[in-house]
C-alpha cells in the first residue's frame, strides 16, 4: 500500500513538473509572436502619441494662458517699493528738507494701486479675442488629428496591399517551382525541348525576385507605419488583416450636394476659418478702442524713516551736544503720506500709429473673409472630387475583378494546352505574367477602393474610429 502511495506521489511530481515546462514553453511562445495591431488601434496610439499633436496641444496651453492675461488686464495692478541709503557729508535731510553735514540713513517704502476705469472696451474685446483663440486652437488640434487619423489609415492600408501582394507572388513562385518540377519530367520524357525547361527556369528566378521585391515593400510600409505612430519596436509590428470590401455605410448611395451640406456643418477647417474671421473683426474693434479716451484711477501711499544723531544748539547757535534720532515707528507714522486720483488721457495725434494699426487690422479681417470664402470653395471641389473618386475606384475594382476571371481561365487553358504539348513555353510565360498582373490590379483597386471611401466618410462627417 505504502509503495502505490509513493508511486502516485511521484506521478503526480513529475505530471507538475511537466506541466509547468508546457506552460513555459507557451508562454515563451505567445510571447514570441508580435502584437497584430487593428487600424482603430493604431489611429488611437497616433492621436496619443504622434509630435504634431503634442505640438497642437501646447498651442492650447497658451491659448488658455492668453485668456488668463486677458482677464489680468480688468484686475488692479499693485506695486510695492522700498528703499535705503547711506549719506556721508554736506545732504539734504529728508525728514526736514534742511541742508546739513552729517552722516545718515534714510529709508523709504512706499506702495501704488492702479485700476483701468475706461480703455476704449479694449480689455473687453481682448478677453473675447482670447476665448476665440482657445476655440480655434481646440479646431486646429481636432484638425491636427483628423489628418492624422487619415495619415495612419493609408499607412495601414498600404500594409494590407503589400501583404496580399506579397502573398500573390509566393504562390505564384510556388506554382512556377511545380511547373518546372513538372517540365523537367516533360523534357525527359521528350514531350517537350529542353529550352522551355530553361524558359521556366528563368520565369522562377524572376517570380523569385518579385517574392522578394513584395517583401521589401511590406518591410517598408510596416517601417513608415511605425514611425507614423511614433513606435520605437519595429522589428515586432504588424498589423491585423481585418479590412473588409464592403461599403458598411453605404455613402455612395449619397449626392455629392448632400455630403456637401453635410461637411459644410461639420467640416473642422471651415470652423478654423469661421473662428479666424471671428477673430480678425475683435482685432478691428481692439485697434478702433486706441482712438476713444482712457480713465485710470491711482492710489498711492510712502513714508519714509532717517538715522541720524541730530545736533543740539543752544540760542547763540553753538553745538551743546546730540540726540538720538526719532524712533522708527514713531517716524514711520509721522512721516507718512498718501495720494489718490484719476488720470485721463485723451489720444489727439500720434503719428498716425493708431490709424495704421486700424487699417492694418481691417485688411487682416478681408484676409480672413476672403480665407473662409476659398476655404468653402476648396471643400466643394474636394468633396466632388471624392466622389468622383470612390465611384472610379469601384468601378476600376469591379472592372479588375473581371479581368482578373478572363485571365484566369485564359490561363487555365494555356496550362492545358502547355501540358499536352501544344503551347510553347513563352506563351505559356506570357499568359502566367498576365495572370500575375491581373491579380496584383484587382489588390491594388480593392485598397484605392477602400481608402477613397474611407475619405468620402470622413467629409460626411463618419468617424475612421468609433470613440
Not at 540760542?315 to 551736544?321: K, L, S, V, W
Amino acid at each position: 500500500m505504502q509503495l502505490c502511495c509513493a508511486f502516485i506521489q511521484k506521478y503526480m511530481e513529475k505530471r507538475s513538473f511537466l506541466s509547468l515546462i508546457v506552460m513555459l514553453v507557451c508562454c515563451v511562445a505567445v510571447q514570441a509572436q508580435p502584437k497584430m495591431w487593428t487600424l482603430e488601434e493604431c489611429v488611437k496610439y497616433a492621436i496619443q502619441n504622434n509630435i504634431s499633436i503634442k505640438q497642437s496641444e501646447l498651442d492650447s496651453k497658451i491659448a488658455l494662458i492668453d485668456k488668463k492675461g486677458a482677464i489680468g488686464n480688468f484686475l488692479p495692478s499693485l506695486n510695492a517699493s522700498a528703499s535705503h541709503s547711506w549719506n556721508i557729508g554736506l545732504n539734504q535731510d529728508i525728514t526736514t528738507g534742511l541742508l546739513r553735514n552729517q552722516t545718515t540713513q534714510f529709508t523709504s517704502a512706499g506702495a501704488n494701486v492702479g485700476v483701468d476705469i475706461y480703455k476704449g472696451l479694449q480689455n473687453q474685446n481682448t478677453l473675447r479675442k482670447a476665448n476665440l483663440s482657445i476655440v480655434a486652437a481646440k479646431y486646429q488640434l481636432l484638425k491636427m488629428q483628423e489628418d492624422i487619423a487619415l495619415n495612419v489609415a493609408n499607412a495601414f492600408l498600404q500594409v494590407l496591399f503589400n501583404k496580399e501582394n506579397l502573398k500573390v507572388q509566393k504562390e505564384q513562385l510556388g506554382i512556377n517551382q511545380k511547373q518546372y518540377t513538372r517540365s523537367e519530367e516533360l523534357v525527359n520524357a521528350g514531350s517537350i525541348p529542353r529550352g522551355d525547361l530553361l524558359d521556366i527556369k528563368a520565369t522562377v528566378a524572376s517570380n523569385n525576385q518579385n517574392v522578394i521585391a513584395a517583401d521589401n515593400a511590406l518591410l517598408i510600409s510596416k517601417l513608415s507605419l511605425a514611425q507614423l505612430l511614433q513606435l520605437k519596436d519595429f522589428e515586432n509590428f504588424d498589423v491585423v488583416d481585418d479590412t473588409n470590401m464592403r461599403d458598411g455605410n453605404n455613402i455612395l448611395a449619397q449626392t455629392p450636394v448632400a455630403i456637401y451640406d453635410k461637411a459644410v456643418e461639420s467640416r473642422t477647417e471651415l470652423k478654423i476659418a469661421r473662428t479666424n474671421l471671428e477673430i480678425a473683426q475683435k482685432d478691428v474693434e481692439i485697434a478702433k478702442g486706441a482712438f476713444q479716451p482712457t480713465l485710470q484711477g491711482f492710489y498711492s501711499f510712502n513714508s519714509r524713516v532717517s538715522y541720524a544723531d541730530v545736533l543740539v544748539f543752544d540760542t547763540m547757535g553753538n553745538i551743546i551736544g546730540t540726540r538720538n534720532s526719532a524712533p522708527f515707528f514713531n517716524q514711520f507714522s509721522n512721516n507718512k503720506g498718501q495720494s489718490f486720483g484719476a488720470q485721463l488721457s485723451i489720444p489727439i495725434f500720434n503719428g498716425f500709429s493708431v490709424r495704421n494699426n486700424v487699417e492694418r487690422s481691417k485688411v487682416s479681417l478681408e484676409r480672413s473673409k476672403i480665407a473662409v470664402e476659398q476655404q468653402d470653395l476648396d471643400l466643394q471641389r474636394n468633396v466632388f472630387t471624392a466622389f468622383t473618386d470612390a465611384k472610379g475606384a469601384l468601378n476600376a475594382y469591379e472592372s479588375s475583378v473581371v479581368a482578373l476571371e478572363a485571365r484566369q481561365g485564359a490561363y487555365n487553358y494555356a496550362k492545358e494546352r502547355y501540358d499536352v504539348g501544344l503551347m510553347n513555353s513563352f506563351d505559356f510565360n506570357q499568359s502566367q505574367t498576365l495572370l500575375t498582373n491581373a491579380q496584383s490590379e484587382v489588390i491594388r483597386t480593392k485598397y484605392d477602393y477602400i481608402f477613397k471611401i474611407k475619405i468620402l466618410e470622413f467629409y460626411f462627417g463618419i468617424p475612421l474610429i468609433k470613440n
